[in-house]
């Protein structure tokens, strides 16, 4: 059992920058894929990013690709997302999520755990 905590939401000008972090506890955390999805009001959960269990591969989804970085920190067991010029379409919950066999990053399916989640909001 994998438990994942993220931090770092809040509020922030459009064309302003946010860091969320996401804290892994358990057995083998750092040999967990990892991903990052967002969920707008009244929309459906979507890929942002993913990075492998060694951070050698990254993957963003089309919306963030250029603005967001994906990183992570095995000794500590944590998990960023850099979010830069952000803007208003990027208002949504962010969850963070791990995979032990992580094949198609960007469906929700793929991933075994999930964090609670952290809301990032943009104003305009």
């Known amino acids: 059992q994998v438990q994942l905590v993220e931090s770092g939401g809040g509020v922030v000008q459009a064309g302003g920058s946010l860091r969320l972090s996401c804290a892994a506890s358990?057995?083998?955390?750092?040999?967990?894929?990892m991903g990052w999805f967002r969920q707008a009001p009244g929309k459906e959960c979507d890929f942002a990013a993913a990075?492998?269990?060694?951070?050698?591969?990254?993957y963003y989804g089309d919306s963030v690709s250029g603005r967001f970085t994906i990183s992570r920190d095995n000794a500590k067991n944590t998990v960023h997302l850099e979010m830069n010029n952000l803007k208003p379409e990027d208002t949504a919950v962010y969850y963070c999520?791990?995979?032990?066999?992580?094949?198609?990053?960007?469906?929700?399916?793929?991933?075994?755990?999930w964090g609670q989640g952290t809301q990032v909001t943009v104003s305009s």
């Open positions: 999520a791990a995979a032990s066999h992580l094949r198609k990053f960007w469906e929700l399916r793929e991933y075994e755990y």
């Open positions: 358990g057995p083998s955390a750092s040999s967990y894929d």
């Open positions: 990075i492998s269990w060694s951070g050698q591969s990254t």
